[in-house]
């Protein structure tokens, strides 16, 4: 496990502390993995094989594990901000495939066929998320997977009586206007109240090179 720089942001600090460690006790267990490979089967569906991944702010690897039922045999790769959270990580896919910094000083050293980010975006402070396209775009060597709430205009949500901790907008849009050769392949939404797989009202965007 690679430990680098801690938080830049106050939004990082947030994720990095009690608070993160909190949500990873809330949002863990086997519907969430049911759930997730739903999701992932149906936003995958028309990508072929998919040999390795890397996610950005992976938290415990609820969706890594899913993803490793959908493609036995995934290289799995991850960057998580939490230490408790990577160390749960380390344990599902290799300490020595968990980098523990901030998505902002990660420096993609190789390419993935699937770069994933889920419940991520909305967490990030706006003036940083250029940088954070960037190491998406630069770790991608085919897919970007996004899940997240959409907006088409940006706007800022309270989160769990916090200001200035989540926010919406169009993160695909911006990513497709910013980089001409990433093209829309599917897109949909899942919702809260799904009796089967629910997710908590997110929409989710493939992007391809």
């Not at 759930?35 to 950005?56: D, K, V, Y």
């Not at 250029?130 to 998406?136: E, F, K, N, P, T």
């Amino acid at each position: 496990m690679t430990e680098r720089q801690g938080p830049r942001t106050a939004q990082e600090a947030f994720w990095a502390g009690e608070f993160g460690t909190d949500y990873t006790r809330r949002n863990s267990g086997d519907q969430r993995v049911a759930s997730n490979l739903r999701l992932f089967s149906l936003a995958l569906r028309g990508a072929g094989a998919i040999t390795s991944c890397l996610e950005l702010g992976a938290n415990i690897g609820a969706n890594l594990q899913a993803l490793r039922l959908l493609y036995p045999g995934l290289t799995a790769k991850a960057v998580e901000i939490n230490p408790d959270a990577a160390q749960a990580l380390g344990a599902l896919i290799g300490p020595e495939n968990v980098r523990v910094e901030s998505i902002l000083d990660y420096d993609p050293r190789e390419q993935f066929d699937l770069v994933l980010v889920k419940g991520v975006l909305i967490h990030i402070e706006p003036g940083s998320l250029s940088l954070v396209y960037d190491r998406m775009y630069r770790a991608s060597r085919r897919f970007i997977l996004l899940v997240e709430y959409y907006n088409p205009t940006p706007v800022t949500v309270p989160y769990h009586g916090h200001a200035d901790r989540l926010f919406k907008r169009d993160f695909a849009g911006e990513l497709l206007d910013r980089y001409a050769d990433l093209a829309l392949c599917d897109y949909g939404f899942v919702y809260r109240r799904d009796p089967a797989f629910p997710q908590d009202d997110v929409t989710w965007f493939l992007l391809e090179k």
